[in-house]
């Protein structure tokens, strides 16, 4: 089953029958000799996941020749990438839970989570270079637009930048980038036309910051027995959300409210007790900033589905915005 309601019952069969062989793939690739290696690559596959990125490859792909060997290929790339990020992201942000089970750090330790998640990039490169000199150019790319936008999150906007502005840039390196080659190699893989694979890819790019916006209110709106997730993990390990970036412009701002001033004294008062987090949490969970997040991820992910109003009328497109539509209905 695909992770979003298909009107198409064909195209719903065929995408689930080549997800299952993604998955079968997927196992495979993280197979090593080495017990710990294996142990530890198998972990997050293992967890399971939406695997929406391949999903998208797949999906993308129906707009050409779909059937072809490569896509598959290309769509255990892109899953491959992102459980590799999955395994550091978890170390950088202290994150104690993925996908409902313990994040690898805490199981194996933060440098064999760490190598793990290099052993997944290793894989997903030999891999990607059996596809050819331009997807392993945009591999690369898409690995440096990864890098940079943890980076840029780890080290905070200058003084000068607007903080809300640097967060969406974070998001669209750190989460759009991906998400926009998923979409990028289902087209090229299949043989859509270039202007094809530049409208997939740019829907891919606005609904990749969407996404990470819908999830900024899921992780403050749903319990963790839902996400897989502590909710507030990013509070505490203060990790900046636009609810909360949202909040602090609003209480530096002249038409600050007590409500807003002190919800913020909550989020930089000492969050290490989870009874004090979760009231943290809740404070911001009721405040209106959550709200105007959830807005902006509509708003952006129906610019995402304008994007496809050149692609052809039919089941494909409709899917395509289904996605869209699914993404951020999670939030609602």
């Not at 943890?150 to 967060?167: N, S």
């Amino acid at each position: 089953m695909t992770a979003f309601p298909l009107a198409d019952a064909a195209l719903g069969e065929r995408l689930s029958a080549r997800l299952g062989i993604v998955e079968e793939r997927l196992r495979d690739a993280v197979t090593n000799v080495d017990p710990l290696a294996d142990d530890a690559s198998r972990h997050l596959v293992n967890a399971g996941g939406k695997r929406l990125r391949p999903l998208l490859t797949l999906l993308a792909a129906e707009l050409g020749d779909g059937s072809r060997l490569e896509v598959i290929d290309a769509a255990v790339v892109v899953e491959l990438t992102h459980l590799a990020t999955l395994y550091h992201d978890d170390v950088m942000d202290s994150a104690p839970l993925r996908r409902g089970a313990p994040a690898a750090h805490e199981v194996w330790g933060n440098s064999v989570a760490i190598l793990t998640g290099d052993l997944l990039f290793a894989r997903a490169s030999a891999t990607v270079a059996g596809l050819g000199p331009e997807a392993v150019r945009i591999q690369a790319a898409t690995f440096e637009r990864l890098c940079l936008g943890q980076l840029h999150e780890t080290v905070g906007p200058r003084p000068e930048d607007d903080h809300v502005a640097h967060y969406l840039q974070v998001l669209a390196d750190k989460t759009a980038s991906l998400i926009a080659t998923s979409a990028r190699f289902g087209a090229m893989f299949s043989g859509c036309r270039p202007d094809v694979v530049a409208i997939v890819a740019a829907f891919g790019e606005k609904i990749g910051v969407a996404f990470q916006l819908a999830d900024d209110v899921i992780d403050l709106t749903s319990d963790g027995a839902t996400t897989g997730k502590t909710p507030g993990t990013d509070l505490r390990e203060r990790v900046p959300t636009m609810p909360a970036l949202l909040l602090r412009a609003r209480a530096a701002s002249s038409d600050a409210t007590a409500q807003d001033r002190e919800v913020l004294a909550l989020l930089d008062s000492d969050l290490t007790d989870d009874g004090a987090l979760a009231c943290a949490v809740e404070a911001l969970r009721v405040h209106p900033v959550v709200a105007e997040t959830r807005d902006r991820a509509v708003t952006l992910a129906r610019s995402a589905v304008l994007e496809l109003d050149a692609l052809e009328d039919g089941p494909v497109k409709d899917a395509l915005v289904s996605f869209a539509d699914a993404l951020v209905d999670r939030a609602s």
